[in-house]
């Protein structure tokens, strides 16, 4: 199968991917990486296991349909299997979600549908929850809103800063992102009408 990948950031689930691919856990290649930022350190990796890579700068746009019809005409030309949101910090135009309907994957970082949007860590911590996660999930026009995947959950101990909670969190999407893009590449995985299906089983 191939996979493209968009970032915006460090890329540390971009890696994770990268060596799942490598290692075979994952059948499928990543076939280029988009961010829309230049310099970020996702490039960095990208570069370094012989991926293409674009950049597509969000400011050079009007318009976000004009910036995601520029993206998908990137993504297009590589004719993926599955699309991967994977720290891409953009929100994304309806005619661009229902172009990858069902192929496209994000991973967020909270106990869906608990915490959408930004700053989760520091919202949980604030609100005093003994736990928190994050959750991958088939992309729909809901902002972070579409059918869970697979959440993975931690302990928010009382003496913690964000950064350990940060850490404790993205070490686990580490682990549960490249196996769900694993189950898709092996077709185990599918979305039909808004609800997510593994083995023909709802999730
Ligand atoms: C992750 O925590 C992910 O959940 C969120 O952004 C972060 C990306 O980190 N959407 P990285 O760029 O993969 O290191």
Known sequence: KKIVVLVSGSGSNLQAIIDACHTKQINGQIVAVISNKADVYALERAKQAHIATHVINHQDYSSREAFDQMVAKQIDHYQPDLIV????????????????????????????????????????????????????????????????????????????????????????????????????????LEMRDGKAYLDHKPI
């Open 85 to 188: 949101l994977a720290g891409y910090m953009r929100i994304l135009s309806a005619d661009f979600v229902q172009r990858y309907i069902g192929k496209m994957l994000n991973i967020h970082p909270s106990l869906l549908p608990k915490y959408p949007g930004l700053h989760t860590h520091r919202r949980a911590i604030e609100a005093g929850d003994g736990d928190h996660g994050t959750t991958v999930h088939f992309v729909t026009e809901e902002l972070d809103g579409g059918p869970i995947v697979l959440q993975a959950k931690v302990p928010i101990f009382s003496n913690d800063e964000e950064s350990d909670v940060i850490e404790r969190v993205i070490a686990q999407e580490h682990q549960i992102y490249p196996l769900v893009i694993k189950w898709f590449c092996d077709n185990r």
